[in-house]
């Protein structure tokens, strides 16, 4: 039995299922003074749920403190079933109540007490995906949500800063989709607004369109259809994106054309090299929803645009018979790429929640918690301001 005392006037002992490999639990327990007094209430060796004392862990913690941030605590140490009875026979002959928790998870359920006593030196610095999921779900079932929205916030903002740090140096844009899609269930489970809508964001554009993307990838436990608002959130994306890519090969501005001699062949030039050196970069839409490729990488190509790689992106030198008079077509070949890198980089900061609003609906947790109503004027609280398809 590893014990591991959380409150030296604690009246609870929460027993759980040790897990051997779980080095987090040996170096907490390893630190703690193996002087401490021992349980009063051990109970027998083996319990109805099977549990022998020699492959668990056990945790001294408060009722009182459990019972403060979550109901089912409460009800568990201070309710007229089974176990609050007991509980309250041990507090009054002070005893230490044991109270076995087979199905729970050892680093979980510590982590846990320990945020709820205040000992924040024995938090892990960095912990992963799969221990941010059980605590998602340890937080669905004892009801304590609220209580874990600032760990669980910074959690997952720790986790977004890395993903976008190593973002350019990750060759298989899969693998982070599968760690992205995991957060998205952690931000859904824990209630977090601001987290859902940004890793909605990020997965959607690091998406290559394709309807199987997620089929192997999405946990199965959302209550509502996260995978449509995906869906639709990574198609309108893909529109807009190409929207802006067709609006600049359409530029017609009459009255600078008339100031210059060459302006018909200028157009016909600046409109030639904008296409052609949009679809060597794998910006220009073979079709709207960019099938094959990811919207990171379009936005990841588009600063090839600027006019000092231009050149270089061509293979040669853009320029036309008025080059002499005026480079008119340079200009305008300049000026709409310019406009839209500035569009597409709007657009992702909008994504990723670095503006005033999101992009989109589709990345409202309350309004997919809504039933995923598109309409403005329906009274649904959102928490984080975003557009509407009207407004789009």
Sequence with gaps: MTRITLDPDGDVCLRLPYHHHNIYIQTVAEAQDDNEAS?????????STGLRSKTTVDLIV????????????????????????????????????????????????????????????QLPEEPS?????????????????????????????????????????????????????????VAYTLDLPHEFAVIMGTIAINLHGRNDDLSDLMPERFDHNVMDFLKALRRDCAHRVHKEVLKQAAVYDIPVF?????????????NARYTEATAILG????????????LQAVFDNLPALSPGLMTAVLDEPVECTCATESGYCRVQL????????????EMREDLLGRRAEFLSYYQCLDCLKAGGIADQNVAVDCRCAHMYPDEN
């Design 258 to 270: 008339r100031e210059h001699k060459h302006v018909p062949n200028c157009e016909a030039v600046a």
């Design 334 to 345: 300049s000026k709409r790429a310019a406009d839209l890198v500035s569009a597409c980089s």
């Design 39 to 47: 349980i009063d209430n051990p109970g027998p060796a083996e319990s």
């Design 283 to 294: 910006i220009w839409p073979i079709r709207p929803e960019y099938i094959g490729t990811t």
């Design 129 to 185: 995906i799969p221990f941010q999921l059980a605590m998602a779900e340890f937080a669905k079932k004892y009801l304590c949500i609220k209580f874990l929205e600032l760990p669980g916030r910074a959690w997952l903002r720790r986790e977004l800063e890395q993903e976008e740090l190593s973002r350019m140096h990750v060759e298989v844009a899969y693998y982070s989709v599968a760690r992205l899609c995991h957060l998205l269930y």
């Design 62 to 121: 408060s009722s009182k403190v459990l019972a403060t941030v979550s109901p089912v605590f409460k009800t568990m140490f201070y309710g007229n079933f089974r176990e609050g009875v007991e509980a309250a026979a041990a507090r009054a002959s002070s005893r230490l109540y044991m109270q076995e928790l087979p199905e729970d998870d050892d680093e979980v359920t510590l982590v846990f007490c320990a945020l709820t006593h205040g000992k924040t030196e």
